[in-house]
């Protein structure tokens, strides 16, 4: 049986939370996956899609320059990328509240003080 410590343990407690993940830059040259390319070049991919270029045509561009991507992946991973924008894109956004629909206008000034006319 493989037993750890109660050392370990606290160190990994105190040290864990404060991890950063090392971000892919692309300072250098070393290899990438071709997820980690398209997320890098997914603002240009996409306007070139926006400017009529198909995936097709975006695929033979890449080959171009060494980068040789199958058109379903290539379009898998566009997709991905435009679903991550997109989720992102809701999370930041504030939510509007609805009224319950059994709440209406005459309901919502039930607790408001009588007017003197409706004292009368």
């Known amino acids: 049986m493989i037993k750890t410590n109660t050392e370990a343990v606290r160190r990994i407690l105190a040290e864990f939370p404060n991890l950063q993940q090392e ?8 290899e990438m996956t071709f997820r980690e390319a398209i997320r890098a070049l997914y603002p240009t991919l ?13 695929a033979g561009k890449l080959k171009e320059y060494d980068v040789y991507i199958e058109l379903s992946t290539l379009s898998k991973y566009m997709h991905d990328m435009e679903q991550e924008m997109s989720q992102k894109s809701k999370a930041g956004s504030t939510r509007r509240v609805k009224k319950p629909a059994s709440q209406t206008d005459s309901s919502a000034n039930a607790h408001a003080p009588a007017t003197s006319s409706e004292t009368e």
């Open 46 to 58: 996409r306007d070139m899609k926006k400017r009529g270029f198909t995936t097709r045509e975006i």
């Open 23 to 30: 971000k892919k830059t692309l300072e250098g040259n070393h």
